[in-house]
């Protein structure tokens, strides 16, 4: 009798076993090389500076588990004040496809760098989703946007953009008066 090696069944069962807690909405399982490319991404894109409470004062070194649940941290300017919103939260109401069209369309306000969501690929996209959705969801809402002239309550930081040249060559106003 000559048993078969178990240890890559375990390892795939042991896979299996934590995708098993994604929504049914996704078509199939993401793969382990997907979900290992939306981590990347999520590292290179810098999105744990802004949605991870603490991430950027550790320098990178808060365990996966506290990822991507938003923050307190309020960032106000012209535009009102924004915080960075739960993404685990925020995932768990989307479809891959609808993932996709928002990021290819949304213009949102700063400091969040829309304009870095629609340079990445579909297959960029795709494992960011596919990561996030991994995590699975976590923590609780960030706080709401405040508009203009709302103070915030909690800790914040005020950015001050500079005005933009025009190309006659005069300035308007800032940049963050255009976002919605």
Not at 46 to 74: I, M
Not at 107 to 114: A, D, E, F, G, V
Request: proline share 12%; with cysteine.
């Amino acid at each position: 009798m000559n048993p078969r090696p178990r240890l890559p069944y375990i390892g795939a069962c042991a896979f299996a076993f934590l995708l098993a807690g994604l929504p049914a909405r996704a078509k199939s399982p993401p793969t382990s090389s997907l979900v290992a490319h939306g981590r990347y991404m999520a590292v290179v894109g810098g999105c744990n500076d802004c949605h991870t409470t603490g991430y950027a004062e550790s320098g990178g070194r808060l365990p996966q588990k506290k990822w991507l649940t938003g923050s307190a941290l309020g960032w106000h300017g012209p535009w009102g004040t924004t915080y960075p919103p739960n993404l685990r939260l925020f995932m768990q109401t989307l479809t891959l496809r609808q993932w996709i069209h928002f990021a290819r369309t949304a213009r949102l306000r700063p400091p969040m760098p829309y304009w870095a969501l629609r340079a990445m690929s579909e297959h960029d996209l795709t494992g960011l989703y596919a990561f996030i959705r991994f995590l699975g969801p976590s923590g609780k809402p960030a706080p709401a946007y405040l508009p203009p002239g709302k103070m915030p309550r909690g800790p914040y930081v005020t950015w001050v953009l500079p005005s933009t040249p025009s190309r006659s060559g005069a300035t308007h106003g800032n940049a963050g008066d255009t976002h919605h």
